[in-house]
């Protein structure tokens, strides 16, 4: 079964500390991963896809095959961070672009 | 562009009356999807429509009916609203083909089940 997994439901850290949001995923075939956020009172909004191999407001992820995981990165914390974070994996086994997402993680950045 | 846009945006009903939510997009996405966001639960799919004229199951759908009622709109039914019902709900569209694009959201609707 096609799954993804945020173990933290809230990560609290302090301005500047370095973040990692851990994200898990389950599937056999070659994933296309995702991290969307979703900031206070806002839509959520794609932060990046891992085929992309971008870095969006100093976030980077990296897709590890081996450990079937996909964590979000940065390395100094900003109080506009503070937001929900939600990993995608895009839904293969038909064209219908759906995608699974795990239960979400709150990071929370304090001054 | 308005993107995704999504009415109403906020509502309260009663146990067992109906309504629609309602939502459109003016990017020519041939996909459209509704889902709902409840704490600890992430975004549960609960219908999607892989292109005009088809919709589909997703996780959790029953409760709920859909219409695409062209490429642009697809709109959400509750025919006899519950207080698990009690949500926020999201409209998303996306352009899926040989390159399948990120999914654009609506601002959602946050129902509230009495």
């Known amino acids: 079964a096609q799954r993804v997994t945020q173990p933290e439901k809230l990560l609290s850290v302090f301005k500047g500390a370095p973040v990692e949001l851990k994200c898990n995923y389950s599937?056999?075939?070659?994933?296309?991963l995702f991290w969307y956020v979703q900031y206070s009172r806002q839509r959520l909004q794609l932060l990046l896809r891992?085929?992309s191999r971008e870095s969006i407001k100093g976030f980077t992820a990296d897709l590890n095959k081996g450990e079937t995981s996909f964590h979000l990165k940065k390395p100094f914390a900003q109080e506009e961070d503070s937001a929900m974070y939600y990993c995608?994996?895009?839904?293969?086994?038909?064209?219908?672009?759906?995608?699974?997402f795990g239960q979400g993680t709150t990071l929370q950045v304090k001054p | 562009n308005a993107g995704v846009t999504q009415t109403p945006k906020f509502q309260v009903l009663k146990t067992g009356q109906s309504m629609t939510l309602q939502c459109a997009q003016d990017?020519?996405?041939?996909?459209m999807y509704w889902y709902r966001q409840d704490p600890g639960m992430g975004l549960r799919l609960i219908y999607y429509?892989?292109?005009?004229?088809?919709?589909d199951k997703g996780e959790v759908p029953n409760g709920y009916n859909v219409s695409r009622l062209n490429k642009r709109e697809f709109s959400l039914r509750l025919e006899s609203a519950a207080p698990s019902q009690t949500s926020v709900y999201f409209c998303?569209?996306?352009?899926?083909?040989?390159?399948?694009?990120?999914?654009?959201f609506g601002p959602g609707t946050r129902l509230t089940v009495l």
């Open positions: 998303a569209s996306t352009k899926v083909g040989s390159s399948t694009d990120t999914q654009y």
């Open positions: 599937y056999s075939g070659s994933p296309e």
């Open positions: 891992h085929i």
């Open positions: 995608a994996l895009l839904h293969g086994s038909s064209n219908t672009g759906k995608l699974i």
């Open positions: 990017m020519n996405h041939n996909s």
């Open positions: 429509s892989a292109s005009e004229g088809t919709t």
